[in-house]
């Protein structure tokens, strides 16, 4: 199960691209077993039938705290802009994105300016406006909603409505992520929400709504079966034109090996983000396809610099020469994932491609260890001049086989030179929940945590390595502190111009690579199975795969 807190901690429970054209590595990579005479097997024609393991809490993405949530919101639900299999915002309810070229973005950074799509209908007849917008920022601001975010939300001071089909929004001071976090493919995803039948509420945690939305999207919501089926029919009065589907089924199954099964017998057209220990079975399916989709979603071993054995950036270098990547992405990932340097991908502007690297160097760690005044014992052990054993601890979540398979291979490489590792995990709810409520990571009780993060469309790191964002002000559970990385996010943070945030980014990448409050191990490339009968798929590589759900046929 993948949850959303605050900028998302994703996979064991879980940012402005101006432009953002795909790189050359951005791409994916498909396979495709033979079909029988031709011809896709067990095909409903306009029926599209998904098949997952995650079941939404409800299906509203503004108090939901699962990715699922976002997922289904493409089917039925409207964001301002949404992000392509390009990398590249497109106009959704708003006709496109603002910039400083366009005019969209003030001279001055704080005056932002959305002209929203004329014409565009509720499932339920009224017509979307500019009320609604400013409604469900009503509503993320409002203290009684339970919502995973408001970063971005809360820079705003005021949205004018100049009319029906045009907003300018002010904020209380420059924030360059702004559009890329304000109803689009942000780190906590929030489509707009219809102003008429919400209004009445004093808050939407429990709402009828929740469990059968009413969007402006291409499928309504017809049915939802808990534990079992979540059905959507085409929308006729869709902006776009009716979709080319006629029928979107999206069964729950929480077993991986009864999905296998149904994906096997053609009783499920496609899965998504399919587990990596599947990977063979996924790949010898008679009659699917199997597409490795680059995403921007990092694995990592994230450190509490607190630790008093992990205080030592000499230490926790050594330990990222001392783990071997490639081995941990053959045996957890079956080779699917992409090794990292950075917490940015390869495939978006913010990468630094000449970021310090640190392969896997045994000789080399040793060096540092040593020069850390950690010393090879007899017993086959580290050993300070005080007798202590170099000894860390990993810390991940219960039930899933790829963290145990990951505390596995590090724990063996780590005593390799030296290392006593020990592992103790907890269930996903206490790893993840938030400093209230006594969080594992938000509350400091780790010394080494395995766990992913996904980002958002933009660049946006600031929650995860400022001074200013100790939990619970923020998500840098590392605790690190670096007056020279601040300064360099300060810049990505205020200033427009895409030359001069990368140019920052860079800086923070590079003193990451030096101060290694994290090892991070791979780039998830997310395993999307499917039926060859299914066309117009076209997966994004950020927040969700989903953007051109309308386009899609069977």
């Known amino acids: 199960m993948t949850h959303r807190m605050s ?38 024609p306009g029926v599209l039938r998904i098949g997952n393991n995650s079941e939404p809490d409800n299906m509203n993405p503004v108090v939901g705290n699962q990715q699922i949530e976002v997922d289904l919101s493409m089917f039925w639900g409207g964001y301002l802009l949404n992000w392509t299999d390009q990398n590249k915002f497109i106009g959704e309810l708003a006709l ?32 979307f406006t500019a009320d609604d917008v400013i409604y469900t920022w009503q509503q993320i601001m409002n203290p009684k909603n339970n919502v995973s975010s408001r970063v971005g939300y809360d820079d705003v001071a005021t949205i004018d409505a100049r009319d029906k089909y045009t907003i300018v929004v002010h904020l209380k001071k420059r924030f360059s992520p702004f559009v890329a976090s304000f109803f689009t493919m942000s780190g906590t995803p929030y489509p707009v929400l219809p102003k008429h039948l919400l209004a009445q509420y004093a808050d939407l945690n429990q709402v009828p709504y929740n469990n059968k939305p009413v969007g402006t999207g291409p499928f309504i919501v017809t ?56 990977y063979e079975e996924l790949k010898a399916i008679p009659g699917m396809k199997v597409d490795l989709v680059p995403f921007t979603q990092y694995g990592q071993l994230g450190f509490n610099t607190t630790a008093s ?64 005044g950690w010393k090879m014992g007899t017993d086959g052990y580290r050993h300070n001049a005080a007798s202590q054993k170099l000894s860390v601890q990993l810390t991940g979540s219960t039930g899933r086989a790829d963290s145990i398979q990951i505390e596995e291979v590090v724990q063996a490489q780590w005593r390799k030179v030296g290392v006593d590792v020990t592992i103790k995990n907890y269930l996903s709810p206490q790893m993840f929940a938030s400093y209230g409520a006594g969080g594992i990571l938000q509350t400091g009780k780790f010394e080494v945590g395995v766990y992913s993060w996904v980002n958002g469309v933009d660049p946006d790191n600031s929650t995860l ?7 619970p002000a923020g998500q840098n559970v590392y605790h690190v502190c670096d007056q ?28 990451l690579a030096d101060l290694q409050p994290a090892i991070f191990t791979w780039f998830i490339r997310r395993i999307d199975v499917y039926t060859p009968a299914l066309q117009n798929y076209k997966p994004a590589h950020a927040v969700t795969t989903f953007w051109n759900t309308w386009e899609y046929s069977i």
Request: some cysteine.
């Open 465 to 471: 390595w400022m001074c200013n964002q100790f939990p």
């Open 309 to 372: 054995t992990l205080s030592d950036k000499l230490v926790r270098q050594a330990l990222t020469y001392a783990t071997d990547r490639d081995e941990l992405i053959q045996k957890v990932s079956h080779g699917v994932n992409i090794a990292a340097d950075t917490d940015q991908p390869p495939f978006l502007w913010a990468y630094n491609p000449n970021v310090k690297k640190y392969p896997y160097d045994v000789a080399k760690a040793g060096q540092l260890f040593d020069q850390a």
């Open 7 to 44: 900028a998302r901690f994703v996979s064991l429970a879980l940012a402005l691209a101006l432009t953002g054209a795909a790189l050359a590595g951005c791409t994916k990579i498909s396979s495709q077993t033979g079909t029988t005479g031709g011809q896709a097997q067990g095909v409903i």
């Open 223 to 278: 049915n939802w079966e808990k534990g079992s089926l979540i059905t959507m029919q085409a929308n006729p009065t869709y902006w776009r034109g009716p979709p080319k589907l006629k029928t979107v089924e999206y069964h729950i199954i929480p077993n991986e090996n009864t999905l296998l099964t149904q994906m096997q017998t053609h009783e499920i057209d496609f899965t998504f983000n399919a587990s990596a220990s599947q």
């Open 484 to 511: 020279q990385l601040d300064a360099a996010e300060q810049i990505a943070l205020t200033q427009y111009d895409q030359a001069t945030r990368k140019k920052a980014y860079f800086e923070v990448e590079d003193r």
């Open 96 to 127: 496109d994105e603002p910039t400083t070229t366009n005019g969209g973005i003030s001279k001055d950074g704080l005056s932002i300016t959305y002209h929203l799509r004329k014409g565009v209908k509720w499932q339920d007849g009224p017509e």
